[in-house]
C-alpha cells in the first residue's frame, strides 16, 4: 500500500520562528520519489523539491531544508526564519516507481505565520 | 504556454447535469493527469495520459467520469449526472519525458454541484 502521512494539520507560528513539517510515508517499492508543494490561497499547488529514494542527503535552498531518512520513512521539511509569505498549506507526496508516476498525497499541513 | 491553464476557473451545476473540464498542458510535456481535491484533503489521483492514450485510470471513481486526450496535447475532464458529492477542485497536471516524477500543476477548476 501507499500512502503519506501529514499528522500535523494545522501549525501557527510567530514570524522569524522556525517550523518544521513533517511527512511520513509508506511503500514497498525500492525506488520511488517523494515530493513537497505549496500550495497558497490562490490554490496552485507550488513544486518545490524532488527527492529519490537512493537519495538521502539533506539539502538547502535558501531558508528551506529537507531532511529524507529512510531508516524512519520520513522526509521533513524545515523552514527557517519563517515569513508571513510562507503562509499556505504544504503537502508531502510519494510517486513508486511502478505506478506510472501517480502520486500519494498527504492531507497537508496548514501553516500560518503570524507577522 | 507558460504554465499549465485550466477553465474554467469555477463551474457551478445542477444536481443531474454534464460537465466538461479543460486542461491545457505545458507545450511539450507528453504526460497528463487529473486530481481531484475535496475541502482539507490533498488532491486524489483519477487518471494519468501519456500521450493520446490513458496509461492508468484507475482513480476514476465510477463510470459517471471520462476523460479523453485525443490530439496528446489539450485533455478534457468528462462528468456525466453530476452528484453534490463531485463537488471538488479538480486539478491537473503535466510532466516532461525528461523529468517524468516532476509533475507541474494548473490552478484547478473548483466544480460546485448544486
Known amino acids: 500500500a501507499q500512502k503519506v502521512t501529514q499528522a500535523q494539520t494545522e501549525i501557527s507560528v510567530v514570524e522569524k520562528e522556525d517550523v518544521t513539517l513533517d511527512c511520513v510515508y509508506e511503500?514497498?517499492?525500492?525506488?520511488?520519489?517523494l515530493f513537497w508543494y505549496k500550495q497558497p490561497p490562490s490554490g496552485e499547488l507550488v513544486f518545490l523539491i524532488r527527492r529519490n529514494s537512493f537519495d538521502e542527503q539533506n539539502e538547502i535552498s535558501g531558508r528551506y531544508s529537507w531532511n529524507f531518512q529512510k531508516s524512519t520513512s520520513s522526509f521533513n521539511f524545515t523552514i527557517t526564519a519563517s515569513q508571513v509569505v510562507d503562509s499556505a498549506v504544504y503537502f508531502c507526496a510519494l510517486s513508486p516507481s511502478n505506478t506510472g508516476n501517480q502520486f500519494y498525497f498527504g492531507t497537508g499541513t496548514s501553516l500560518t505565520v503570524i507577522p | 504556454g507558460a504554465g499549465v491553464s485550466q477553465t474554467p476557473s469555477n463551474k457551478v451545476t445542477e444536481k443531474g447535469k454534464y460537465v466538461e473540464l479543460r486542461c491545457d498542458p505545458i507545450s511539450g510535456h507528453t504526460a497528463l493527469y487529473w486530481y481531484r481535491q475535496s475541502l482539507g484533503q490533498g488532491p486524489e489521483f483519477l487518471i494519468y495520459?501519456?500521450?493520446?492514450?490513458?496509461?492508468?485510470d484507475s482513480g476514476l471513481p465510477n463510470d459517471r467520469f471520462f476523460a479523453v486526450r485525443p490530439e496528446g496535447s489539450v485533455s478534457t475532464l468528462k462528468i456525466q449526472r453530476t452528484e453534490r458529492g463531485d463537488s471538488a477542485v479538480y486539478l491537473c497536471?503535466?510532466?516532461?519525458?525528461?523529468?517524468?516524477?516532476?509533475?507541474?500543476f494548473g490552478p484547478g477548476t473548483r466544480l460546485t454541484v448544486l
Open positions: 511503500t514497498r517499492d525500492t525506488t520511488y520519489y
Open positions: 497536471a503535466s510532466s516532461s519525458p525528461e523529468r517524468a516524477s516532476e509533475q507541474f
Open positions: 495520459f501519456q500521450g493520446t492514450g490513458a496509461a492508468d
